[in-house]
C-alpha cells in the first residue's frame, strides 16, 4: 500500500460532498458518519482497490480527517 499526497486530495472533496447533503436536508448529527463512509468508499475504491483492509484503515483516516478538519475550521471561525 502506497499512500501518495494527491490522495489527500480526497479529504476537501469529501468535505464538500457532506456540505451538499447537508444543503439537501441532512441532519449535521449524521455528517461525521456520511463522511467516513465517504472516506471508506474512497479508500476502497480510490486509493487501495487492491487491498480491501488497508482501503478500510486509509478511508477510516480519510472520513476523520474531513470530519476534524471541518470541525477545527470552523471552531477556529467561530472564536
Keep these: 500500500m502506497t499512500f501518495e499526497i494527491y490522495d489527500v486530495a480526497l479529504v476537501p472533496i469529501i468535505m464538500g460532498v457532506v456540505q451538499v447533503f ?14 467516513l463512509l465517504l472516506g471508506i468508499a474512497g479508500g476502497i475504491f480510490y486509493v487501495c ?31
Excluded at 447537508?22 to 463522511?35: D, E, H, V
Design 49 to 79: 482497490p487492491t487491498d480491501i483492509k488497508s482501503g478500510i484503515m486509509v478511508g477510516i483516516v480519510l472520513g476523520l480527517s474531513a470530519t476534524g478538519l471541518y470541525s477545527g475550521s470552523k471552531n477556529m471561525i467561530e472564536k
Design 22 to 35: 447537508k444543503q439537501i436536508g441532512l441532519p449535521k448529527r449524521f455528517s461525521p458518519l456520511l463522511a
